[in-house]
């Protein structure tokens, strides 16, 4: 398979109600692995690594535990066998930690929670963890980003001591996730010091995007299509403008210009 699927979410992540995202997650993962039939087994257990290097300041083992347990839950519910490991980075020198790269780079579903938006893309540009990241990704593996992590995945991250570059997995915007009405004031004063050409993605709480789910079209103005997956809404407020110009709910799709 492909470059695989990445997941932006609004924060509030394997919490009660955030069943429709762990259930996309794990559904396109499974689908991942059936495509790249590794090894040509494809009844192995999905392989998910847990990434809570954002949640490096506080306790990310609480944060591995908190997530393996829900997600597992998820797939007990619905017959699927996972394999769920979590990923000891917390630094530039643990991000080049062979057993971290190896889980790294075996995932079918990289999961990575909120906590702190600039560690991510502070310290995995350059590192052997990112590599690994990207190589799982173009086998097909998914990338789950909550709050930060969603954060990071953008071109551009807001931080509490500045805007910094981000992971730029996804191009043309930055993520403003704890968004429940499709416009924060807060959130447009904290971004305004972002490029001018990058529009802003607001995300729920236990609400994603899942994309893009297809090749951007030549000169195509709306851009690529994603998935919204949960009970919140999803906007997208374009460069130079403080509302939404398109919501997506549950089931409806978004473009977004990546």
Do not use: N
């Amino acid at each position: 398979m492909g470059t695989g699927l990445l997941i932006l979410h609004g924060g509030g992540e394997a919490m009660p109600g955030d069943e429709p995202t762990a259930l996309e997650a794990l559904e396109l993962a499974s689908a991942s692995r059936g495509a790249a039939s590794r090894d040509g087994d494809e009844a192995s257990p999905i392989e998910v690594a847990i990434l809570p290097l954002a949640a490096a300041r506080g306790r990310p083992a609480l944060t591995v535990s908190h997530v393996t347990t829900f997600v597992a839950t998820v797939a007990r519910a619905r017959g699927v066998d996972l394999r769920t490991m979590g990923v000891p980075i917390s630094d530039r020198a643990s991000a080049e930690e062979p057993a971290a790269l190896a889980i790294l780079g075996a995932a079918d579903l990289i999961i990575w929670p909120g906590g702190d938006p600039d560690l991510l893309p502070t310290v995995l540009p350059g590192s052997g963890a990112w590599r690994a990241i990207l190589e799982a990704h173009r086998r097909g593996a998914v990338i789950w980003g909550a709050s930060a992590g969603a954060m990071a995945l953008a071109e551009w991250c807001w931080t509490p001591a500045g805007g910094q570059r981000g992971l730029a997995l996804v191009q043309g915007l930055v993520v403003a996730p704890h968004v429940e009405a499709g416009a924060d004031r807060a959130w447009l004063r904290r971004l305004r010091e972002r490029p001018a050409a990058l529009g802003i993605l607001t995300l729920a709480e236990r609400t994603s995007l899942v994309g893009p789910l297809e090749e951007r079209s030549e000169g195509a103005a709306q851009g690529s299509p994603w998935r919204c997956v949960g009970p919140g809404v999803a906007a997208w407020i374009p460069p130079g403008a403080e509302t939404p110009i398109a919501l997506a709910h549950h089931g409806e799709r978004l473009h977004l210009p990546t």
